[in-house]
């Protein structure tokens, strides 16, 4: 079997005010993401890991932030056409691990709905799909609440 494996990492500052999407569920918050798009940045480093293991670029190559055609986008859109891209490449998705450090709010209560979320989006069962919560213990940009990080990986197989 024909395997290829990607990684994806995006970071997005904190602020008060904005609402905040993970996995393309909205996160009871006071602050959220500053971003172009609607800040998904658990989305964003899914769609940067799929588009890295087909050496297909980046997402702000696909989808600059630079575009008022993205300006509030929902990221599930974003998704949906870089699974579109990876279909027509001939691939598809073998299994996905996120892990999300975010020290405030607690998101492990919103975890499953994330996990059908995106499954939905990609057209996979859900059991291919990992989302984890972890927090910095209080170090770092993540620790002091001044943003979020995401590491995504995935595993695609030949269709």
């Not at 699974?83 to 492990?108: C, F, H, S, Y």
């Amino acid at each position: 079997m024909e395997i290829r494996i990607g990684h994806g990492y995006d970071v997005h500052a904190i602020a008060p005010g904005l609402p905040m999407w993970l996995c393309g569920i909205r996160v009871a918050s006071d602050s959220g993401f500053v971003a172009h798009s609607d800040g998904d940045v658990a989305i964003h480093a899914l769609c940067d890991a799929l588009l890295g293991a087909l050496a297909l670029g980046d997402i702000g190559m696909h989808f600059p932030d630079t575009s008022p055609e993205y300006a509030g986008i929902d990221s599930k859109i974003l998704l949906s056409r870089v699974m579109e891209m990876v279909r027509e490449a001939g691939w598809e998705l073998g299994n996905a691990d996120i892990t999300i450090a975010l020290q405030k709010p607690k998101i492990r209560a919103s975890v499953d709905s994330m996990r059908e979320c995106l499954a939905s989006v990609i057209g996979c069962g859900v059991d291919a799909v990992s989302v984890k919560a972890t927090t910095t213990e209080h170090l770092g940009f993540v620790g002091r609440g001044e943003g979020c990080e995401v590491n995504a990986v995935v595993l695609l197989k030949r269709a």
